[in-house]
């Protein structure tokens, strides 16, 4: 699969100003990944924290352009692959660093961020969380907010958003929505992972559905690559091979620190297995892993490449602005 286009839809790396990202991502680049998608911010930090992490983030990828490539539009996915480095754009869980200025996502399109979750498992000023009892569905800012993505081009993700705000937010989607980084509630019944109906929601939208990597969501505290084409499978099963994708949620470094994070119990509340020690995700290792595991299951090559990274790729096509190089232009008179 070495040729072909892999794409993480969701890498989570230190977000500090020491963070070598570069470093950090040698193991997607080790594993054959052409794209990844790099959180920069969730419920917990500011748009200050964001816009700083973004700082860092860019400038370790401009430091290396020989090995790693900044992604703005889709044809950019393309060049990365050619060339042999990796593609990375930024993604947003949450959108309350917004506050309740909507435009504000407008500037982080314009700093590399290509998906924005409305919730991260609490409620918002846009809508509410997959923790939370209580879901009335977007809020009339969460509905200028659907616009406005669709307007300027960032992908809508519902990863983390409760189920009857996702729906809203599929239902008044005019392009394809994502689930960056979800997993199938039918095979494991956890709230951060999703019925068949919201699947099929999902796929009306032209969307896909990122598969992760996480045991918790997987159903077991040791997972394989078997756990992870379990849920691919069903997902395929459901909704077809062209609306499944990948996104690990890899913690890359995660320590101490990140079992401290994700013990916080206002946004990752008891009881759920946040809080039991030790959270074992798949690392990129796992594409190879899973092609083989696909192809000897009879999948064809073509439905694992949209599931390894095409299908998200045909996403950012549709919903992404293209650059000014290949948009049209008027012809000029003299």
């Known amino acids: 699969m070495n040729s072909d286009f892999l794409w993480d839809m969701h890498v989570c790396a230190p977000r500090n100003p020491g963070t070598d990202l570069i470093k950090a991502l040698q193991e997607h680049r080790d594993a054959g990944v052409s794209m990844v998608a790099v959180n920069v911010s969730d419920a917990g930090y500011t748009l200050e924290d964001a816009v700083r992490t973004i700082s860092s983030y860019r400038a370790h990828i401009a430091a290396r352009p020989d090995a790693f490539i900044l992604?703005?539009?889709a044809e950019d996915m393309a060049e990365a692959q050619a060339s042999g480095?990796?593609?990375i754009c930024f993604d947003v869980e949450g959108a309350l660093l917004l506050?309740?200025?909507v435009d504000v996502a407008r500037?982080?399109?314009d700093l590399g961020v290509r998906w924005m979750a409305f919730a991260y498992n609490r409620a918002n000023p846009f809508g509410a969380g997959c923790h939370e009892q209580r879901d009335d569905g977007l809020t009339p800012l969460g509905r200028e907010l659907v616009e406005t993505m669709d307007e300027i081009g960032m992908i809508k993700c519902c990863s983390h958003?409760?189920?009857r705000t996702a729906r809203d937010v599929f239902e008044?989607?005019?392009k394809p929505c994502i689930l960056s980084h979800s997993n199938p509630r039918a095979l494991v019944d956890h709230p951060r992972n999703v019925p068949d109906d919201l699947m099929k929601a999902l796929a009306q939208t032209r969307g896909v559905m990122g598969i992760t990597g996480?045991?918790?969501?997987?159903?077991?505290?040791t997972p394989d690559v078997d756990d992870l084409f379990a849920h691919v499978d069903y997902a395929v099963d459901l909704i077809g091979p062209e609306h499944v994708g990948i996104g690990l949620d890899y913690a890359i470094d995660a320590g101490s620190d990140f079992m401290a994070y994700i013990s916080d119990k206002t946004y990752w509340p008891g009881g759920f297995g946040y809080d039991t020690g030790s959270v074992?995700?798949?690392g990129p290792q796992a594409f190879p892993a899973l092609a083989e595991r696909m192809r000897s299951a009879g999948y064809p090559d073509a439905a694992i490449r949209g599931v390894l990274g095409e299908n998200f790729r045909r996403v950012a096509s549709e919903v992404w602005r293209t650059s000014k190089r290949t948009s049209s232009t008027a012809s000029i008179t003299t």
């Open 71 to 73: 992604v703005d539009h």
């Open 280 to 282: 074992v995700i798949l």
């Open 214 to 221: 996480v045991g918790i969501f997987l159903g077991t505290a």
């Open 85 to 87: 480095r990796l593609g």
């Open 99 to 101: 506050g309740n200025q």
């Open 107 to 109: 500037l982080l399109y």
């Open 161 to 163: 958003t409760g189920y």
């Open 172 to 174: 008044r989607s005019r």
